[in-house]
């Protein structure tokens, strides 16, 4: 595999986009939080967001909670293939089965496992595993039952051993379900411990990544980022017209 | 006995190491009444559960060979298979389940599905054999049928269904809900030989109920009689077990039971089970090759008067000669009779047909379609078809996988030398997966098998049954090359030495074939090279792709094109041609990038989630590659692929930095590329011995 191919497909994935209205990302010890509804599509931008530092051949560790094992490898073999259909960046299968090999997926079950021990076995992964992941991914933790505590777990980790940590948060409750700033009520509390927030909010037929917290920043900011209804991508949003 | 085929079974049980196969065996014996004593696996008395008859599996505390045992239930004639439960030993289970029509499949209702279940399951796919499930060890702690029925719903994707309900759980285990009959059973006497039946306690009518309703909605599929006699409110117990049985044939259906071996709980209803769900063998239906007439296969009629097709599926030295263990698919067998093995077109006579026991045996006059006897005094090898004279069938080929691992062994002393060729070749004829040859650079004897274990088994067994002591080398992993890229060649081969001489030239390129293999294209037109040379470049290129330069094994997932050439009238030859391909292989490998492959394999380690951090540990240091992780509550699971040359000595390592409470399986998975510093490695040690054996 030539080096340039690998920088195709790292140049012109829409993930640059995201980048840049982060302050270039999201940063060693911070946890960013892509928060929607069931069934909007956080799975699929975590696994695009991994499948994008996979190709830039770093390593990935997919915790998750809920799916089994091997729904989540077919998560990442379809978004591969999707991404290796657009132009130009066919190279995405070519080196999918080598770069695979720099993701681990940790499956822990909701009810026997506490933030704690969830740690603990990321730390054991990282250390003993000689696992050197930049990017740690988790999917399906119930914000409703873990507190600001957890999250300050997961932040206090992130820090000390130098990851970023996306989470996914599914958003629930009678009421509305953000405020007038655009913050989840639900994440209200834990607004202080995350850094990056971004909410995923249905818009017609598609779905628009809105930026709720950046850093410091609480801007509420229009991504121009969707998720394609079909190929469960994120890509460009380029408004009706332009 | 009864030869009446609607009351034959031929039953395998099928498990992960460990979920109690022979503990349950060993009870089904009892209950059956070939035994008159239970002994337990790695049993204080000494004695062993009466199916491990050789000596070392009741060392071990697991079943090496599969033994075949006949009992007795409810007027039927249930043939046993009791299958090793270790993946090194696959073929036997694989083979055990291409004779038998059905299966229990046994879990551990604390451990669940586990990796060897999912291995297990995929065979019994593979053989389509319908089975059911027994649930094992409900008196553990942590036992819960729920959550491993579920299991076998979720990760192995079957319509699993509860037939029982327990009565208590873990120490509080005292009985069983029959979900068809609507009763409770209590197990009593001695050894649980007495099944009280008595009505379902209070406290469990509710729940008992909900469950049945659940069972026969599930059930309902398979039988519109049982929908309206539902729907009416009045189904029968008949109803019920012929609409189970209908499902659990079809294989769309598990209907799972419950017990405990070890406390002599749930074993006659599981035997009952059998009696009622699971096929005879004239439900099955069974092909062969025609070997007449290529790619024809042939239905079997379970009809006993047609001509006589017949398995040998075993090989096992006795005490009183060689044993051949036959499943007979079509026709009858009798004393006497004349029989032709369609492999080496040998004849046989049916001189002592017996039925096994674990250890001792009946003379029999007679066996029908449908039944596993021994014969006596055969000479054949496991996979030959027997057939009646006249008749030329084979069973389809069992699939044998390609050994892994190999080990150089030599006898200590001269006679030692007899006793281990003879052992050898007993075991070669036993066992498919276990090979050997004798590499003619080094002049050693070499095994080959499917694991460590594997091959460990036979060498102590070479020292137990053949009394023959053996010096073992270093355990050898099958490595391949392979080509990396495209390469052209142009070589022309000439020799004028007086009289007649050489002259071939070939062009034409090679290339990786992804499919692994060899393949040859010809593409040469107009008589450039004369058409009977073709195979002769063929032939060459086979010659040299059994040797590869790098390492001296094996190339693989070759393509070779031929493109041109050019002949001589009176030089060319058949063995020009040959020498000329060899040479011009030689010649452009080192151009085609090639590269060193080694086995990697599927290694699953499970155990108590405490030592999940020592676990990554040790797969990490042996260049393996984690894939995933579960951790459900206090059980964890690691699955990662790890090259075979790194897990030398793995169980040990994994004994002693868990306590013994961690355990692993390992499969082949597929040949990948040696990292640039293990090849160099390699080569080195490649070259010298070379340089060795130069000097020699």
Redesign the interface.
């Known amino acids: 595999m030539t080096p340039d191919v690998t920088d195709e497909l790292i140049k012109r994935s829409p993930l640059r986009i995201l980048e840049k209205s982060i302050s270039g990302g999201l940063g060693k010890g911070n946890i960013g939080v892509l928060a929607s509804q069931k069934g909007v599509g956080k799975t699929a931008c975590l696994v695009h967001i991994a499948a994008d530092k996979l190709i830039q051949r770093k390593p990935v560790i997919h915790v998750s909670y809920a799916s089994r094992v091997d729904h989540i490898m077919t998560w990442y073999a379809d978004i591969f293939k999707e991404i290796a259909k657009a132009p130009r960046m066919g190279a995405a299968l070519e080196i999918y089965d080598e770069i695979i090999k720099n993701r681990v997926i940790m499956n822990f079950k909701q009810d026997g496992a506490k933030t704690d021990q969830v740690l603990r076995s990321l730390e054991a992964m990282i250390v003993h595993g000689n696992f050197a992941a930049e990017t740690v991914i988790v999917d399906g933790l119930d914000f409703c039952r873990a507190g600001l505590d957890d999250l300050r777990l997961f932040k206090e980790f992130a820090g000390r051993l130098g990851l970023e940590v996306w989470l996914s948060a599914s958003l629930r409750g009678d009421g509305p379900l953000f405020d007038d700033r655009g913050v989840p009520v639900m994440l209200e509390p834990c607004l202080d411990t995350i850094d990056v927030l971004i909410s995923l909010v249905h818009h017609g037929n598609h779905v628009h990544f809105n930026l709720v917290k950046d850093h410091d920043r609480l801007a509420p900011k229009n991504l121009r980022l969707k998720l394609d209804p079909t190929t469960l991508l994120i890509a460009k949003d380029i408004p009706r017209g332009a | 006995m009864s030869t009446d085929i609607a009351r034959m079974r031929n039953i395998g049980i099928s498990a992960h190491i460990d979920s109690g196969k022979t503990t349950l065996t060993e009870r089904i014996l009892f209950y059956c009444k070939k035994i008159h004593k239970i002994h337990e696996v790695k049993g204080k008395d000494g004695v062993g559960a009466t199916m491990d008859s050789m000596d070392l599996e009741r060392e071990r505390g697991i079943t090496i060979a599969s033994a075949t045992t006949n009992v007795e239930w409810a007027g039927r004639s249930i043939n046993i298979i009791d299958t090793p439960g270790h993946v090194d030993f696959t073929i036997e289970v694989e083979r055990s389940l291409r004779v038998l029509d059905s299966a229990i499949l046994v879990l551990c209702s604390v451990g669940g599905v586990q990796s060897q279940t999912i291995t297990v399951d995929r065979q019994l796919r593979r053989y389509n054999v319908p089975f059911i499930a027994f649930l094992n060890k409900l008196d553990r702690t942590g036992a819960n049928p729920f959550k491993v029925r579920e299991q076998i719903a979720?990760?192995l994707g079957h319509n699993a269904v509860l037939m029982q309900l327990p009565i208590g759980l873990e120490a509080g285990f005292a009985g069983i809900i029959d979900l068809v009959a609507m009763k409770a059973l209590y197990f009593e006497g001695e050894e649980g030989e007495v099944v009280r039946i008595a009505e379902i306690p209070a406290d469990h009518a509710a729940e008992a109920a909900g469950r049945r309703e659940a069972m026969l909605d599930a059930v309902t599929m398979f039988s519109d009689e049982l929908m309206e006699a539902v729907l009416a409110g009045r189904p029968t117990e008949e109803m019920i077990r012929a609409a189970v049985r209908k499902g659990t044939i079809a294989r769309k259906l598990v209907p799972v039971f419950i017990g405990s071996a070890y406390r002599n709980k749930g074993i006659q209803p599981l035997l009952d089970a059998v009696v009622s769900y699971l096929p005879d063998p004239s439900e099955v239906e069974n092909r062969a090759i025609d070997l007449d007439r290529e790619g024809v296969e042939r239905v079997l009629s379970s009809d006993p008067s047609a001509p006589t097709v017949a398995l040998a599926f075993k090989l096992e030295e006795g005490p009183y000669g060689q044993l051949t263990y036959i499943r007979i698919y079509q026709g009858s067998l009798t004393k006497g009779d004349e029989l032709v093995n369609t492999r080496s077109g040998q004849k046989i006579k049916v001189g002592r047909l017996v039925r096994m026991h674990a250890d001792t045996m009946a003379d029999i006059q007679e066996a029908v379609c449908g039944d596993i006897v021994a014969l006596f005094g055969v000479e054949c090898a496991s996979g030959d078809t027997f057939c009646s004279p006249g008749v030329n069938l084979a069973m389809t080929p069992i699939h044998v996988p390609d050994p892994v691992i190999s080990l150089a062994v030599a006898p200590v002393d001269n006679g030692a030398s007899d006793r281990m060729a003879k052992a050898l070749n007993r075991f070669t004829k036993e066992d498919p997966t276990f090979r050997t040859y004798v590499d003619p650079e080094s002049g050693e004897t070499i095994i080959q098998g499917m694991g460590e274990l594997h091959l460990d088994i036979y060498l102590e067994r070479m020292k137990r049954e053949y009394r023959t002591a053996v010096q073992a080398g270093m355990p050898q992993v099958a490595y391949r090359e392979a080509i990396g890229q495209r390469a052209d060649f142009d070589y022309t081969h000439k020799k004028q030495t007086g009289g007649a001489g050489q002259y071939a030239k070939i062009v034409g390129y090679i290339e990786p074939l992804a499919k692994g293999g060899y393949e040859f294209v010809s593409e040469v037109k107009g008589g450039r090279i004369p058409r009977d040379f073709i195979p002769s470049c063929d032939k060459g290129f086979r010659s040299v792709l059994r040797k590869g330069q790098l390492i001296g094994f094996p190339i693989t997932g070759v393509r070779v094109v031929l493109t041109d050439g050019n002949s001589h009238p009176v030089d060319s030859s058949d063995i020009a041609f040959q020498t000329a391909a060899q040479a011009a292989f030689r010649e452009v490998y080192p151009k085609a990038k090639p590269q060193i492959l080694e086995p990697i394999m599927k290694v699953s380690v499970e155990g108590p989630?405490e030592y999940?951090?020592?676990v990554?540990?040790t797969?990490?240091?042996r260049r393996g590659?984690?894939?995933?992780?579960?951790?459900?509550?206090?059980f964890?699971r690691v699955?990662a692929e790890v090259p075979l040359s790194e897990m030398f000595g793995y169980s040990n390592v994994l004994r002693s930095l868990t306590q013994g409470k961690a355990e692993f399986t390992m499969e082949f998975l597929k040949y990948g590329r040696v990292p640039a510093h293990v090849a160099e490695l390699l080569s080195e040690q490649f070259l010298e011995k070379q340089r060795k054996g130069g000097r020699k």
């Open positions: 979720e990760k989630s999940a951090g020592s990554f540990g797969i990490s240091q590659v984690i894939v995933s992780s579960v951790e459900d509550g206090t964890a699955d």
